[in-house]
């Protein structure tokens, strides 16, 4: 069955850029949207921004200056940068199929110097 | 932005108890676009509901939901152990889109 896996950095220092990769094993990644969302005590669930087969993207405003969400159909991957990180980035970063029909396990990223 | 408010914050039942969730919305939801999760500790959420009353694959008809504009609700008819988790209401149809703060059921 399909299985999406994050990987990256667990510890980025602040100001600097965090990048995580999310690979789908047991499916294809084209013919749906793909959604990066994270979770903390402070701010619980919050949703990042999807993108589309076609590249079309869409973020959560209160991020959209910081936030870049890629893919790349050919390794069945996508990507999520979020630059000028502050602690308040610290959060589980999960990848999911569309809108949250299938989750990764999600990866602790902590912002800290 | 949507604000969806959950209540209670903690339901304490039993098992075989029935558990009946709110989700409230600042405004008015598509019922196209309303989804609940099941979050267990230490593992990522759980789609259970989307569409408002759509069960997804896998999961139990002891789990239902219903609603419409701005109250939505998610039942349980008989709680099994497995049941007691964290709960979230969803809705994707406004952006940004967001999360209830997670009601929490616990075994009483």
């Known amino acids: 069955q399909v299985q999406l896996q994050e990987s990256g950095p667990g510890l980025v220092r602040p100001s600097e850029t965090l990048s995580l990769t999310c690979t789908v094993s047991g499916g294809s990644i084209s013919g749906y949207h793909w959604t990066w969302f994270r979770q903390s005590p402070e701010k619980g669930l919050e949703w990042i921004g999807y993108?589309?087969?076609?590249?079309?993207?869409n973020y959560n405003p209160s991020l959209e200056s910081r936030v870049t969400i890629s893919m790349d159909t050919s390794k069945n991957q996508l990507s999520l940068k979020v630059s000028s990180v502050t602690a308040a980035d610290t959060a589980v970063y999960y990848c999911?199929?569309?809108?949250?029909?299938?989750w990764g396990r999600g990866t602790l990223v902590t912002v800290s110097s | 932005e949507v604000v969806l408010r959950q209540s209670p914050d903690t339901l304490s039942l039993s098992p075989g108890e029935r558990a009946t969730l709110s989700c409230r919305a600042s405004q008015s939801v598509n019922i196209n676009y309303l989804a609940w999760h099941q979050q267990k500790p230490g593992q990522a959420p759980r789609l259970l509901i989307y569409g408002t009353s759509y069960r997804a694959s896998g999961i139990p008809d002891r789990f239902s939901g219903r609603g419409s504009g701005t109250d939505f609700a998610l039942t349980i008819s008989r709680l099994e152990p497995d049941d007691f988790a964290v709960y979230y209401c969803?809705?994707?149809?406004?952006?940004?889109?967001?999360f209830g703060q997670g009601t929490k059921l616990e075994i009483k």
């Open positions: 969803h809705q994707y149809g406004t952006s940004p889109y967001t």
């Open positions: 993108i589309y087969q076609s590249g079309s993207v």
């Open positions: 999911a199929r569309k809108d949250g029909d299938l």
